[in-house]
């Protein structure tokens, strides 16, 4: 379950990714992919993802994390998910394909989920609909970004070729609005893509300096809530 790091080729460069076997071979079929947000690996996000992607490992599953924002020469920081243009998220996705490709000659995967948090969320939304995955966990990812154009930009029509699909949002979040989630399910909803969602965790985003962070609490039962949605997913 330790994690290592393999230097892959996504869009003519090399990017690293890190990545966790399970403890035993008991299952190198099932796979999940990992999208970090804005602030990439740093301070409390980087730790609750990290967490995150060992406790799937641990569970069973091949965890792969891309450090895609190595594809753009991107900084990690809040103003990522205002200034990211078009072109830059078409790389990301092309990035996160590639991983996928990269995945495929590590396990030969039959079901693979994508994970993804706060810009991450929104990233891995738009990844399933280019290329084939089994499903999908949001963590307070935003729906609409503000530089969003036409074919780029999530709506009730595009949703509806989305796998089967888990959200989690806190209540209190004052980064990404639970609004936003709200609006994804309703999308859901009203195209019949199967999905789940929670929206009971009384505290706000990591990192948040005003909101009740993501707290221990929250940590715990969401983690539990999306072994629980792979499980029953990917099976």
Not at 27 to 32: G, S
Request: aromatic letters at 10%; one cysteine or more.
């Amino acid at each position: 379950m330790t994690k290592k790091i393999e230097a892959i080729s996504v869009g003519g460069r090399t990017i690293h990714c890190d990545y966790w076997k399970p403890p035993t071979a008991v299952d190198l079929k099932k796979a999940v992919i990992v999208a970090y947000g804005s602030m990439g690996m740093e301070a409390e996000f980087g730790d609750m993802i990290q967490r995150l992607c060992e406790a799937v490992s641990q569970a069973g599953y091949f965890v792969a994390l891309p450090w895609y924002f190595e594809s753009t020469d991107t900084k990690p920081g809040i103003q990522v998910a205002l200034t990211a243009s078009n072109a830059v998220f078409d790389k990301w996705v092309a990035c996160m394909s590639d991983t996928f490709r990269w995945v495929g000659t590590q396990t030969s995967p039959t079901k693979v989920a994508l994970i993804g948090f706060s810009l991450g969320g929104n990233l891995v939304l738009k990844s399933a609909l280019k290329f084939p995955v089994d499903a999908v966990v949001d963590f307070f990812g935003p729906v609409s970004l503000l530089q969003d154009l036409g074919s780029h930009r999530l709506s009730e029509t595009r949703v509806a070729g989305l796998p089967r699909t888990q959200i989690h949002h806190g209540k209190l979040d004052g980064i990404v609005p639970i609004a936003e989630s709200k609006q994804l399910k309703e999308w859901l909803e009203h195209q019949s893509v199967a999905h789940e969602v929670f929206f009971d965790y009384d505290c706000g985003h990591p990192g948040d300096l005003i909101a009740p962070k993501w707290s221990a609490a929250a940590e715990t039962s969401s983690l539990q809530r999306t072994l629980d949605f792979l499980k029953a997913a990917l099976q």
